[in-house]
DNA sequence: AACATTCTGAATGTCAACAAGAGTCGAGGA
DNA sequence: TCCTCGACTCTTGTTGACATTCAGAATGTT
């Protein structure tokens, strides 16, 4: 009964309900489902040949998440960010962030940085395809695997339940934060790899701080006075 | 359909699904459940006369307060706190808590104020009647009036998401962490309060940090001998 | 015409039964 | 004696049907 030197997990066996959460779960960030539309639990568990129970489970998983809310008697509701649920991702990402990376500093193995450093490049040679979706979902990957290298489970599921929201956020604002930006995103992950590898926790704060706020002045820039929902209308 | 200056909630209409949520929390709270026991879905529905519907959600939200872990296909269990996990809640509980002050210090309204007052009062007329368990509910609840003073949804989740855990960890540690510090933590909770109103954000981190190390230090020394290992390494 | 009331359709909340996985216990053999 | 294998039982995962509630249309009244 011997555990080879390969750490994977083995093979989660998931029900039903995490495969529901999933499909909805990406159908809300491709655009499948709009903002703010109404959830239909049997119309969900007819297109994905479930019965109800477990879509039900999925929604609440998804509303601890925060990317629907649920009211009594009346269903799921895509939420819909606003200017302030943005401050409020922003302000709690920040603070939940530096300590991440400060615990990472420290307590990162290799295995941890090889990972980031795996993500990094990734991010590289994803430059090619111009896919902006892809590039997202890697930048989230890469802030996945410093909370992992935090090595703090409760940070991690702080981060969890804020994750979507945040990966919500970026998708529904990418059609207005073009590519203009991809070089320098992708430089300023080298740079967190780099100081983290360091080891220098004064260090990791301040890049971390410093990536923080421009990812919020890049993306407050696009809602230019107006809300979510008439933003994206336009486009 | 005016709205009079009360500003009740709508009478939330809650589900059989809270009902019993609340139900199993208190019964694990209060010691009717052993801490690593098993949670029999048809067990809880039959002693609380509703289907298994109910109560399989209810435990879901359990597991997200993070005071039962499921397995599939193997059911629930009451969680046991380690040494580790200890740590954890303590680190992040402290960060939280230092943002939500700093909140607090800057957005806090006059209502929440006398919210945090009131609670202290109720501390100081608890005194009389030696309940350490109500004792330890009013520590809890004034730190849920601060987290809601900072006016932060999404930093009252995170705490909620923890909250259970540290509830737990308190009234499990209670036999021992005997009333040698019961004014001392009302004197405590008196100087918070009084920080927050003085409106300096720094001296409120300052008193916050005091107030959870001296918590958390007059914790782990309850810990006496299960983990000697870790508990040396930490001051 | 405007408002209040009732009714109807549809969705969610709840339930009890069926299917499938995990643990257990004992028989059999090395 | 110890290990392996397999049937059995208990529990959870899933399903379809029933009860309850909400929203809006239709109707009656002022």
Same mark, same amino acid.
């Given at each position: 009964?011997?555990?080879?030197?390969?750490?994977?997990?083995?093979?989660?066996?998931?029900? $039903?309900?995490? =495969?529901?959460?999933?499909?909805?779960?990406?159908?809300?960030?491709?655009?499948?489902?709009?903002?703010?539309?109404?959830?239909?639990?049997?119309?969900?568990?007819?297109?994905?040949?479930?019965?109800?129970?477990?879509?039900?489970?999925? @929604?609440?998983? @998804?509303?601890?998440?925060?990317?629907?809310?649920?009211?009594?008697?009346?269903?799921?509701?895509?939420?819909?960010?606003?200017?302030? /649920?943005?401050?409020?991702?922003?302000? $709690?990402?920040?603070?939940?962030?530096?300590?991440?990376?400060?615990?990472?500093?420290?307590?990162?193995?290799?295995?941890?940085?090889?990972?980031?450093?795996?993500?990094?490049?990734?991010?590289?040679?994803?430059?090619?395809?111009?896919?902006?979706?892809?590039?997202?979902?890697? /930048?989230?990957?890469?802030? /996945?695997?410093?909370?992992?290298?935090?090595?703090?489970?409760?940070?991690?599921?702080?981060?969890?339940?804020?994750?979507?929201?945040?990966?919500?956020?970026?998708?529904?604002?990418?059609?207005?934060?073009?590519?203009?930006?991809?070089?320098?995103?992708?430089?300023?992950? =080298? =740079?967190? @790899?780099?100081?983290?590898?360091?080891?220098?926790?004064?260090?990791?704060?301040?890049?971390?701080?410093?990536?923080?706020?421009?990812?919020? /002045?890049? @993306?407050?820039?696009?809602?230019?006075?107006?809300?979510?929902?008439?933003?994206?209308?336009?486009?």
């Amino acid at each position: 009964m011997r555990e080879g030197g390969l750490d994977i997990q083995p093979a989660r066996r998931r029900g $039903l309900t995490d =495969e529901v959460a999933e499909n909805v779960r990406q159908a809300i960030f491709d655009g499948s489902l709009q903002l703010g539309e109404r959830l239909n639990e049997v119309d969900i568990a007819e297109r994905l040949q479930v019965s109800r129970g477990p879509v039900r489970e999925a @929604l609440v998983q @998804l509303k601890q998440e925060g990317i629907v809310t649920m009211e009594w008697h009346r269903g799921a509701f895509i939420v819909q960010l606003s200017a302030d /649920d943005f401050r409020e991702l922003a302000s $709690l990402r920040t603070i939940l962030e530096v300590f991440a990376i400060r615990q990472a500093a420290v307590a990162a193995t290799q295995a941890d940085l090889d990972d980031l450093c795996a993500v990094v490049k990734s991010m590289s040679s994803a430059m090619a395809d111009q896919s902006d979706f892809d590039m997202i979902q890697l /930048d989230v990957q890469f802030h /996945d695997a410093l909370y992992r290298a935090s090595h703090h489970g409760r940070l991690w599921n702080a981060w969890s339940s804020i994750r979507s929201q945040v990966l919500l956020s970026l998708v529904s604002r990418r059609a207005v934060n073009n590519n203009y930006y991809r070089d320098l995103v992708i430089a300023e992950h =080298e =740079e967190l @790899l780099q100081v983290i590898s360091s080891r220098d926790v004064e260090a990791c704060e301040k890049a971390i701080r410093g990536h923080l706020s421009d990812t919020y /002045d890049r @993306l407050v820039g696009t809602f230019d006075g107006a809300d979510p929902a008439q933003e994206s209308a336009k486009r």
